[in-house]
């Protein structure tokens, strides 16, 4: 072969990039990647540009499912520099009456912490981690193969026969509020499941919300919301330094602008500048897909049903993220008892409800849920001696036709609508811990623009 034919070709050195990068050459595959961006990671990136001393994620920071992907986990990623840190407790949700709803890494633990808010609240905890025991490797697995998922899924079925029954699937297949007022008595747990779900882009009353909370606060019991040490790019760095070392090519600064199709088949792309390279296998696109669609190939030569779908094809919410670097930790008005890696940030799950549901109606949300991150606190290597890196981000609609709050923001997502908005955030989290302000040595506020450029 030479230097521009190899047996496939993967646009983009994001994780899911790199992810498949490494499958093929695994497989003995010649593979090239190619990153439009200076540098590999896509939404898995760091840097310290927010203040001196400190790392930030640039977009993603927690990482459950790579931790529990037996795909990762094959690639023995901490031979190549990656390693694991936890926070004390992975996540938490403070209220405004200063208790905490705390998911510890220990079941136990958490079922105890439970209990003290509400009797049996922390029996029914250990009866869904003990169902999860003994289906939750496999569930795993169904939800990180390929769709549809028909192999492990008949292997999560049978095991869900012998393990609690086939209601633990119409659990899942229930809307999050309803999970947890089925299955507990207090407001902790409730909202541990209800903020667990609210990651995803669907309201908490749609059927199958529950699928992610579950998901997600199982997780936290088995492998916690793992960071990679020293900043997120560390992992998207762990996976390019195995590939390479397998003898794989990533090309940075090489956008793709076409992939070239013959005879139904994509056999190549071609690079802004003019190089061409030829795959004789595959071409993968870790691309978003009006890009993929849009822009990469040409409308001749997709199926007229792809056409046609993506003329209706709508993005998820789009997303401000908000960094601090902090001079000391978050002032809170009750502390925790244990310090979260991440925590929530919504009154009840009634606040959570109605702010993804005003997403949803493409109103920006008066009283955004927000999920954040206590970076330090969970990693101390990203920022000097008792400070804190600190994020939080919220969903806002696509398309704005109104502001649910008092401020008029007009989600044409301007510095002006940036900065007001990270306000109203910042505001949210000033009430739980007073004095939140007067801790900030720098704060950035990613709007919809940045994030998706």
């Known amino acids: 072969m030479t230097d521009r034919t190899y047996d496939a070709i993967v646009i983009g050195a994001g994780p899911n990039g790199l992810v498949a990068a490494n499958h093929l050459i695994d497989s003995g595959w010649s593979v090239l990647v190619l990153e439009a961006q200076p540098e590999v990671g896509g939404a898995v990136r760091s840097a310290d540009d927010v203040h001196p001393g400190f790392v930030h994620d640039t977009f993603s920071a927690f990482y459950p499912l790579a931790a529990a992907s037996p795909t990762i986990q094959s690639f023995g990623l901490q031979e190549h520099g990656?390693?694991?840190?936890?926070?004390?407790?992975?996540?938490g949700h403070p209220l405004p009456d200063g208790q905490w709803a705390i998911l510890h890494r220990d079941r136990n633990i958490t079922s105890s912490l439970l209990d003290?808010?509400?009797?049996?609240?922390?029996?029914?905890?250990?009866?869904l981690c003990e169902t999860w025991d003994g289906i939750g490797d496999q569930m795993v697995k169904a939800l990180l193969s390929p769709f549809p998922p028909v192999?492990?899924?008949?292997?999560?079925?049978?095991?869900?026969?012998r393990a609690g029954g086939l209601d633990f699937i119409k659990i899942m297949l229930t809307p999050a509020v309803e999970v947890g007022r089925a299955r507990f008595g207090g407001e902790a747990p409730r909202l541990l499941i209800a903020g667990n779900a609210g990651h995803a882009d669907i309201p908490l009353h749609a059927p199958g919300s529950g699928l992610l909370g579950?998901?997600?606060?199982?997780?936290a019991q088995t492998v916690g919301f793992p960071v990679p040490e020293g900043g997120a790019g560390e992992l998207t760095k762990a996976l390019?330094?195995?590939?390479?070392?397998?003898?794989?090519?990533?090309?940075c600064n090489a956008e793709v602008i076409r992939i070239e199709v013959e005879s139904g088949r994509a056999r190549g792309v071609q690079v802004a500048g003019g190089e061409r390279f030829s795959a004789t296998q595959a071409v993968v696109a870790d691309v978003v897909a009006p890009h993929l669609y849009g822009k990469l190939l040409d409308a001749a030569d997709l199926p007229t049903r792809t056409g046609v779908?993506?003329?209706?094809?709508?993005?998820?919410?789009?997303?401000?993220?908000?960094?601090?670097?902090?001079?000391?930790?978050?002032p809170w008005a009750s502390k925790p008892s244990h310090a979260p890696g991440t925590f929530h940030v919504a009154d009840s799950v009634d606040q959570m409800t109605e702010a993804l549901g005003q997403v949803s109606a493409r109103a920006v949300p008066a009283d955004p849920f927000m999920l954040a991150g206590q970076m330090t606190t969970t990693d101390p290597t990203r920022s000097p001696p008792g400070t804190e890196s600190l994020w939080a981000y919220t969903h806002v609609p696509q398309r704005t036709v109104r502001d649910a709050g008092d401020d008029?923001?007009?989600?044409?997502w301007d510095r002006d609508d940036c900065e007001r908005f990270a306000d109203r955030m910042q505001q949210r989290i000033e009430r739980l811990a007073p004095g939140f302000g007067s801790r900030i040595l720098a704060r950035r506020v990613l709007g919809p623009h940045e994030l998706e450029a």
């Not at 990656?82 to 996540?91: C, K």
């Not at 192999?151 to 026969?161: E, I, M, Q």
């Not at 779908?309 to 978050?330: H, N, R, Y």
Request: proline residues 4%; positive net charge; charged residues 20%.
């Open 240 to 251: 390019a330094r195995r590939f390479e070392s397998l003898g794989g090519v990533i090309r």
């Open 214 to 219: 579950i998901l997600l606060s199982m997780l």
């Open 82 to 91: 990656l390693t694991w840190r936890h926070s004390p407790a992975v996540l």
């Open 309 to 330: 779908a993506m003329k209706s094809f709508e993005l998820d919410p789009s997303t401000v993220k908000v960094d601090w670097a902090l001079d000391g930790p978050i």
């Open 408 to 412: 008029g923001i007009r989600g044409i």
């Open 116 to 127: 003290q808010q509400h009797a049996g609240d922390g029996d029914a905890w250990l009866a």
């Open 151 to 161: 192999k492990n899924g008949l292997g999560t079925v049978a095991r869900l026969r």
